[in-house]
């Protein structure tokens, strides 16, 4: 069986994008399955410029093409979608309603033109500007419009992600092509150089946030064969297009595929509100959306599981064996499978995620067996910060006992200096002091030996090293508490 582009229509002519279709898109060609290996390609231009039939042939999808036979007309209205075929990585293609339409114009707007153009730019790796090679150089061509509906559009994105600007020239003439794309590049200058900009990207060049690339083909209705030719080397391009080096290899911060359809949504209904678009903020928010949305979908699967239903049963009856490697191993299948569909979402988001994920299976699946080991950890963590207020008031007891002995040590040497002098006491007294000055140096650093000798250690520094030995041995009694529960 072939494979089906799933083509539809994305946004109406009216501007509702539809969500239903959206969705059905996305679960139909496994889009979330391809995490960042992805690329969206947008093809905008003039009315009747062969635009449907250009991606058609690309990406072999089945865009409604326009009738030679019955002139030009307004083919395709709205935003079309569709998966390209036989093309890797997976390949979004949208297809862009025509600026300029007789049909837009009675209307007296150019509204929806803007609006779509902004939304082909916010959202695709690659937007192919599909131009008449008679439009270069041009003054009042069917392009200037195009151009700087296009980098009006631009001014908008500054910040965003780098994209690449395929220009197509259509229905080559025997003008080479180098000449043509000199041509072009002058005219792009020039109009990027005349639009309005933020004060400060004033003097930004197109080429600091956007790549160009310009190729040209010849008429499809009269050189046919040549024009498939051609149309089959571009489409080698879109080969592989998100390697480095390759059309579309410089974006970075990818978002992963499953975000796509909530970032689509929310950018259309920003640019219908004519808010400022602001790309990052809209990433954060479906990285968000998504990672929670990933979460959910963990948790229910854990709910499930047969071999933690089995824990949880078993515990009701008591200490389970081997219950905290039973635990972490059933858990951990789900984590991993939450780390890799949240692969690609920003880092701060997903980890956090990730944490309320892993509280949440335990509290909640567990039925409350959580929330004792939860308070047994919290006490043993209390036990803790007391020894350690204990210690530092013991050693600011002992700092001070020692200055108090240090001044008694300086008395004492002074009085038995005084004493020799007046009584001519032999060596040996000095001995013995020394040797008191020595027990007394000696209680200072071991408190319990010198309240053994009789040096005066008082009775507050015994009673909190017997409070530091209480506490320690409390702890050690909640960690074999701990130990004998977790086994």
Known sequence: MAEDCCGFQLISGDGVLNVKGLENFTRTTNLAQRRPSYAVVAVIGPQSSGKSTLLNKLFRTDFWMMDAHEGRRQTTQGIWMGKGIGIEPFTIAMDVEGSDSGERAQDGTTTFEKRSALFALAIADIVIINMWCQDIG????????????VFEA?????????????FVLRDQTPTPLERLQHILRQDIDQIWAATAKPEAHRWTRLGD?????IIALPNYVFEKE??????????????????????????????????????????????KENKDLDLPALEVMVATFRCDQIAKEKLSCLKSDETWLAISEALKS???????????????????????????YEERIREDRRQRLETE???????????????????????????????????????????????????EKKKIKKEKIKKGVTMGVGVVAGATVGMALMGVSDPITAAATGLGV???????????????????VARESCHEHQS
Do not use: C
């Not at 041009?138 to 509906?149: C, D, G, I, V, Y």
């Not at 592989?240 to 209904?269: H, M």
């Not at 008082?458 to 050690?476: F, K």
């Open 361 to 411: 299976a335990l509290e909640v699946t567990l039925n409350g067996e959580y929330h004792y080991y939860a308070t047994i950890k919290k006490k043993v963590d209390g036990w803790v910060a007391e020894e350690v207020n204990v210690r530092e008031g013991l050693q600011r007891k002992i700092e001070n006992l020692k200055s108090h002995k240090k001044a008694e040590y300086k008395a």
């Open 226 to 271: 040549k024009f498939n030719e051609q149309v089959a080397l571009l489409r080698q391009w879109f080969i592989q297009s998100i390697s480095p080096g390759d059309l579309a290899g410089d974006r970075k911060d990818v978002r992963p595929a499953s975000g796509f359809p909530l970032l689509a949504e929310q950018i259309w209904k920003t640019i």
């Open 138 to 149: 041009r003054e009042h061509a069917a392009s200037r419009p195009l151009l700087k509906t």
């Open 209 to 213: 946030f956007f790549n160009v690339e």
């Open 318 to 344: 008591g200490p389970e064996p081997e219950f905290g490697e039973k635990l972490s191993s059933v858990l951990e299948i789900y984590l991993s499978q939450y780390d890799m569909e949240a692969m690609g």
């Open 458 to 476: 008082s009775t507050a520094i015994i009673q909190l090293i017997d409070v530091v030995r209480d506490v320690r041995h409390g702890r050690n």
């Open 154 to 166: 631009m001014t908008r994105l500054f910040g965003a992600r780098k994209t690449t600007l395929l």
